[in-house]
């Protein structure tokens, strides 16, 4: 297995690191570091204040931070390979993850700040959109803790049983155990208490969610995961399971809406607390 790790050195990106530290051994992956430094900005930004002298010396600051970055990727592990770029972050992560046909993308997640971000998505969830690989992402202040137990979570579609069968690999190399969890939104409350819903839309609503259960076991059984259905929102379950189970690290399908402002992938990103892996 081949492991992408690109790093801007922020926290977010040393707990990615502390995952990547977990898996290497026991999948015997091969680590590949990558910083990305931004190019440095050219005469036309600056109009009439671009000196030759000012352009020389933006110039020597990005050698020596390129040096610095250089011994600082050394540090983090000596026998990964080691790469620095200077580019734009997500072009450059592109290309290494498809030169190097990577089996999963490690990174930290800073979120998406500006209404730009907002509309296009993170780095970190524009890699997840486009790159066609597995993403492990993390964000700062998360716990990352011995990997014992992963939740799945699954729409019993084909991106979250690639999930499944990823976070499979990863638990019979860790020694985890997996539960698979299904959840179906619940009913939502009345606006005047004396609008209840029509008896048979609640026999029809327990019959689908008995047939769910059915087919979630199914789904479960081949990979010896435990099935769990809840009703909740995705999201709220997910939360709400990471926090009562001890999870210790979430694996999700990618969302059809990933790109855009209330995705179910987004979510996870900005309120797990423990590592989330994205299958695409």
Do not use: N
């Amino acid at each position: 297995m081949k492991i992408l790790h690109p790093t801007d050195f922020s926290e977010a990106s040393m707990k990615a690191l502390e995952v990547v530290r977990q898996l290497k051994k026991p999948l015997g992956a091969q680590l590949i570091l990558l910083h990305t430094l931004e190019p440095t900005p050219q005469m036309p930004i600056y109009g009439d204040y671009w000196t030759e002298r000012l352009g020389e010396v933006m110039q020597q600051a990005q050698h020596e931070a390129l040096e610095e970055a250089r011994k600082h990727l050394q540090t983090l592990d000596p026998d990964a390979e080691h790469h620095l770029e200077v580019g734009h972050p997500l072009r450059v992560i592109l290309k290494y993850a498809k030169e190097k046909d990577v089996d999963l993308i490690a990174m930290g997640t800073h979120g998406a700040d500006t209404l730009l971000e907002r509309i296009l998505g993170s780095i970190t969830e524009r890699v997840i959109e486009v790159s066609g690989k597995p993403v492990m992402a993390t964000r700062a202040g998360i716990e990352v803790r011995p990997f014992k137990h992963f939740l799945v979570s699954t729409a019993l579609a084909d991106p979250s049983r690639r999930a499944l069968e990823f976070a499979k690999k990863i638990a019979d190399a860790v020694g985890a155990r997996i539960t698979l969890m299904h959840s179906v939104e619940p009913i939502a409350e009345p606006p005047i208490p004396i609008h209840m819903p029509d008896p048979r839309y609640i026999e029809e609503r327990q019959a689908l969610i008995e047939q769910l259960a059915k087919q979630l076991h199914e789904f479960a059984a081949p990979y010896g995961a435990r099935p769990l259905l809840k009703e909740a929102k995705p999201v709220d379950a997910i939360c709400q399971v990471v926090a009562e189970e001890d999870i210790d690290a979430v694996f999700i399908g990618k969302s059809r809406q990933s790109r855009f402002m209330g995705s179910v992938t987004r979510e996870v990103l900005e309120r797990a607390q423990v590592p989330v892996f994205v299958h695409p």
